[in-house]
DNA sequence: ATGTCGTGGACGCCACGA
């Protein structure tokens, strides 16, 4: 089963080039972020042509998260559960159970500056997608929880990592937090298949950072044991950053053999 | 500090968010 995690930064402006790409890579599962439209501006029909199941969490030109599969795609559940849900309503969170595992696409609030309220936001978001995940007891089933978390794990996952030391996406905090979700017990299987420096998921438009590969790593997939265990290989899809009018997001593939 | 994208409002550019 081959799923893909992207953020492909607005489905309207792009649904020509993700699809050709899902058919083209065969991907069964697509977990999407920034799809930037209402449930009733999705392009569902398109998809559903080539033979894909899509669920969809939207409210209006902001956020937004899909899933899109075709190995099945049950008991969709949108943003964060009960109690939980309440002020932090933005569409960034969606979950479906897809080839007998519960996945979640998640888009992280990018936290803007780190004396901006957004970025206490960010934190706890952070901490309310940790709790989600140990109130729906992910680590103890086949679970994959993958999307754009907004935050470079380590130094490694930066280009320069001097630049960012007073930025969002680096910083201690988010980091830590970051961290608080892995220690439930998921695993990062791109650091694990791919240890070195340079995996970067995500290249700037406005400096070029893609032509000059200054990238970050900000597109994680988090793996309970059993489906990290069957992960066969990660890989990030970089022809696709070089597309035409192209995403700034590249998407993060994975195959998994059960 | 800057850059480039995407979106929507009331445009033929500006605001905002990334």
Same mark, same amino acid.
């Given at each position: 089963?081959? *799923?893909?995690?992207? #953020? $492909? #930064?607005? $489905?309207?402006?792009?649904? /020509?080039?993700?699809?050709?790409?899902?058919?083209a890579n065969q991907a069964d599962v697509l977990l999407l972020q920034e799809t930037k439209c209402g449930d009733s501006d999705f392009p569902f029909?398109?998809?559903?042509?080539?033979?894909?199941?899509?669920?969809?969490?939207g409210v209006n030109h902001w956020n937004g998260v899909?899933?899109?599969s075709r190995v099945g795609l049950d008991n969709p559940v949108g943003g964060f559960d009960g109690h939980q849900r309440e002020p932090f309503d933005e569409p960034?969170?969606?979950?479906?159970?897809?080839?007998?595992?519960?996945?979640?696409?998640?888009? *992280?609030p990018n936290g803007r500056e780190l004396d901006d309220p957004h970025y206490l936001y960010k934190l706890v978001w952070l901490e309310r997608l940790r709790s989600e995940l140990a109130l729906k007891g992910a680590v103890g089933q086949r679970s994959l929880v993958a999307g754009d978390f907004n935050v470079a794990p380590t130094d490694l996952d930066i280009y320069m990592p001097s630049r960012w030391k007073k930025r969002t996406h680096a910083s201690p905090p988010e980091r830590a937090a970051i961290d608080a979700i892995i220690d439930l017990g998921l695993r990062d299987v791109t650091r694990e298949h791919l240890p070195g420096a340079g995996v970067y998921t995500w290249w700037n438009y406005r400096t070029d950072g893609f032509a000059? /590969?200054?990238?970050l790593r900000l597109d994680l997939a988090l793996c309970s044991p059993a489906v990290a265990d069957a992960t066969e290989s990660v890989h990030v899809d970089r022809a696709a950053r070089g597309l035409e009018r192209p995403s /700034?997001?590249?998407?993060l593939v994975l195959d998994i053999n059960f």
């Open positions: 089963m081959r *799923v893909v995690t992207w #953020n $492909i #930064n607005s $489905i309207r402006t792009r649904v /020509d080039q993700v699809l050709g790409w899902a058919v029909a398109a998809f559903e042509a080539a033979g894909y199941e899509v669920a969809h969490h899909a899933i899109v960034r969170l969606l979950a479906a159970t897809c080839g007998g595992v519960r996945m979640w696409s998640v888009y *992280v000059k /590969d200054q990238g /700034d997001h590249a998407p």
